[in-house]
């Protein structure tokens, strides 16, 4: 054994070739966290004292080569100054290049997943072998920040500054044909030929068939592009990515002009521009708030497995109401490999519904992500029927008809006569009381809400909704089916709304309020654009629909009517009231029309100010400041008093209730990280400037407590 440690172990393997194989200990995955780091440097050490060796293969002992940097100690990481974070990246590149400069070739065998770090581990070795099953990326952007130990520097010399940029700029995860096309693997070879054929590479460069120490120095030099070639390809890139990534989100573009300023430097310089210019990122409020999404990800992924463990398993699951709705959930249920029986009162529903999964599933064949063999699958995993046959074999049934008790009440007892005892009932509402859906079963302790979100198969979120009388097992149950499904669920205790609704629709209720005062609704969706969130308010409601709108909100209003309750006719209620149901019927607040490629395109529509005209009071002109107060602090507030009456049990999810569920700008992290980084004290004095608004704008109790002793939700 050359060396031992708790990450990394180094042998000699045969002819003279050492083994640096990486398994980190009481870990289900390798990542470089310090103490990996440290190893690494102190393996690379003892194989410089070697005397006879020829050569080195990097291995891993996990299903995945290395996922990335351990982004559990960013936190604190980036608490520091960017001084000690340009130091930090330097002492770690050390590491790196010692690798690089080992007086034999080296080659990374690479399994499973090499990302960020992963993959910088990868590119200080002279060539890599890839299973042909891996992916391998630099994914890093994601998190607001850019690669750190090198890989802007390796990457850009080895495949090109285009390929470089799209990679890092994309932060994409590339397949093993990919990574070959472009030069950034030198092999793709099945799972159990890796080291055999990193073995045989070795040998090549010590038979002088290949010639390692100038593909070393390749990577070590400057990019070979004069200076007009540079100039052109890296502003081109930058105006490209600039005009994609938007200007919420800086790392893309910065990544591009650190490679431009590293473009004529060799190694050891170009690496000090890139360890500036990652320290800058990594101050900027987006990585901070980017970073603390990965771990309430995280966070939930731990509390759904906890569930898992407890769950009852779904073989077989059964849908009521076959329709969009229920159409969307039989797809993404029988896509992820759990047959599902579709149900519905009509053979016109069940044609909806099957024509639903067929044009999803159709749309995935044309994009090669699927074929036809495999679609006949899915779509035979589908069971369309008319009535109750086969629920005696279903271990889980989600209730998705009309949004209307007294016809979800007959349904549900219908239903479960027709099932086992120990069969899972869940029902698919928006809005509506599971301790009242609850009332008149029999067996209420199997019953909980299962809330989806449309479109089924592009939102992550399912709502889990936990009613008085819901047992630990029916909840976890309906996690682990969510998982399996490949949703993403929250546990939520029953209220009005549950916590998605219920802190939409105050936004809402924000909207109204300006419309009502005299602001542009036009000019709302814009500022509301420009701060992030994927559409303005006034075109979310077109999508969402007026009527399901119109419908949510007099929920809201008798549940909550001391904050949610308006006497006052509100431009929402004039475009229910005239039949402008958004989408649904192509008239809203906007009109809807098909573009060349048949797709709707919103286009404005004069007569939506002729109908308001009777609910708004004088014309103003809001400056963005105000606009944004007047739509978030409704909202944040309402997320605030979710998380007081214990609708969801931490910070991390509701704030990731809201990212998921109603697209919440991601790089702000969130209703009460934004709370967080104003102040909460600064917050609590901004609503209070619009406290003669009413009391969606008054802040509660505890939230002035917290404003005083100086506590935050996160950290």
């Known amino acids: 054994m050359i060396y031992e440690g708790k990450a990394i172990t180094v042998k000699e393997i045969e002819g003279g070739i050492a083994q640096l194989n990486f398994d980190l200990q009481g870990e289900s995955v390798n990542k470089f966290n310090r103490l990996t780091i440290e190893e690494l440097g102190a393996a690379t050490d003892a194989l410089k004292a ?19 940097a351990d982004i559990t100690e960013f936190t604190d990481l980036f608490a520091g100054s960017e001084e000690d974070l340009v130091a930090n990246n330097l002492k770690a590149n050390e590491v790196f290049n010692a690798v690089e400069d080992l007086p034999f070739p080296t080659v990374t065998a690479i399994n499973g997943m090499a990302l960020g770090g992963g993959f910088e581990m990868c590119l200080a070795t002279d060539y890599r072998v890839m299973d042909s099953k891996a992916k391998v990326g630099l994914p890093e952007v994601k998190l607001g920040i850019f690669p750190g130990f090198g890989g ?34 030198d092999a793709v070879v099945a799972n159990d030929k890796l080291v055999d ?34 100039m052109m390809a890296f502003e081109i890139s930058k105006a490209f990515v600039a005009g994609k990534a938007g200007k919420n989100y800086p790392a893309p573009v910065e990544a591009i002009k650190v490679m431009q300023k590293h473009a004529g430097l060799t190694r050891d310089k170009a690496i000090e521009v890139e360890a500036k210019g990652f320290a800058k990122m990594a101050k900027t409020n987006v990585a901070a708030c980017l970073v603390g999404l ?25 849908v009521l109401g076959a329709g969009i709705m229920g159409g969307g959930v039989a797809y993404q249920s029988a896509l992820k490999g759990t047959p599902i029986i579709m149900k519905d009162i009509a053979q016109a529903g069940i044609d909806l519904g099957l024509n639903e999964a067929k044009s999803l599933l159709t749309k995935r064949v044309s994009r090669g992500k699927m074929n036809a063999d495999k679609m006949a699958d899915v779509l035979n995993s589908i069971t369309p029927t008319l009535n109750y046959g086969d629920f005696k074999n279903v271990d889980l049934v989600v209730e998705a008809v009309v949004e209307n008790p007294k016809v979800k009440d007959i349904v549900l007892r219908e239903t479960e006569d027709q099932v086992r005892e120990d069969a899972i009932l869940t029902s698919n509402t928006s809005t509506i009381s599971i301790n009242l859906l609850a009332k008149n079963l029999k067996r209420p302790e199997n019953f909980c809400g299962m809330h989806f979100f449309n479109p089924v198969h592009m939102m992550p979120l399912v709502e889990v909704i936990r009613g008085e009388k819901t047992s630990d097992r029916a909840i976890a149950t309906t996690v682990a089916y969510a998982k399996a499904m490949g949703k993403t669920p929250i546990v939520v205790n029953d209220c009005p709304g549950f916590l998605v609704n219920r802190v939409l629709f105050p936004y809402f209720g924000g909207f109204a309020g300006l419309v009502r005062d005299g602001a542009d609704f036009q000019k709302i969706d814009k500022v509301m654009e420009k701060f992030g ?16 709108a119109k419908h949510a909100n007099e929920v809201m209003a008798e549940g909550f009517p001391d904050r949610m309750k308006d006497e006052n006719k509100s431009a929402i209620d004039v475009m229910f009231e005239n039949d402008r149901y958004g989408q649904k019927n192509d ?30 009071q004088g ?43 109603i697209g919440f700008p991601p790089f ?10 104003m102040g909460v004290d600064k917050f609590v004095e901004l609503a209070d400037k619009y406290a003669d608004l009413g009391p969606l704008y008054h802040p509660t109790e505890k939230l002035r407590e917290m404003a005083k002793t100086g506590k935050k939700f996160f950290g």
Do not use: H
């Open 668 to 677: 702000r992290g969130g209703a009460l990280r934004y709370i967080d980084d």
């Open 294 to 318: 990965f771990l309430n990800d995280q966070e939930l992924k731990k509390k759904a497995k906890a569930w898992e463990k407890e769950a009852g398993e779904v073989k077989l699951a059964a």
């Open 533 to 548: 969130w994927p559409m303005g308010p006034a075109y979310l409601l077109d999508v969402v629909g007026m009527d399901t």
């Open 197 to 230: 054929a990193a073995v045989a590479i070795i040998n090549q460069c010590n038979e002088g068939k290949l010639d390692n120490l100038a593909r070393r120095e390749e990577k070590k030099g400057k990019i070979k592009l004069n200076a007009m070639e540079s």
């Open 587 to 616: 008239k809203g607040f906007y009109k809807y029309e098909l573009d060349r490629k048949g797709k709707k395109k919103k286009v404005v529509d004069e007569d939506t100010y002729k109908l308001i005209e009777p609910v708004v």
């Open 152 to 185: 802007t520097v390796r990457l850009s010399r080895l495949v090109g500054v285009d390929n470089a940029v799209e990679w890092i700029c994309g932060g994409t995860e590339n397949r093993a044909d990919a990574a070959l096309k472009v030069g950034a693997v």
């Open 50 to 68: 070697q005397k006879n060796l020829k050569g080195l293969v990097i291995t891993s002992s996990k299903d995945s080569f290395i996922v990335g």
């Open 619 to 661: 014309q103003k002109d809001f400056d963005e400041e105000d606009i944004i107060a007047r739509m978030m602090i409704p909202l944040c507030l309402e997320t605030v008093r979710c998380l007081e009456d214990g609708i969801v049990e931490a910070a991390a999810d509701a704030d990731m209730g809201l990212i998921f569920g």
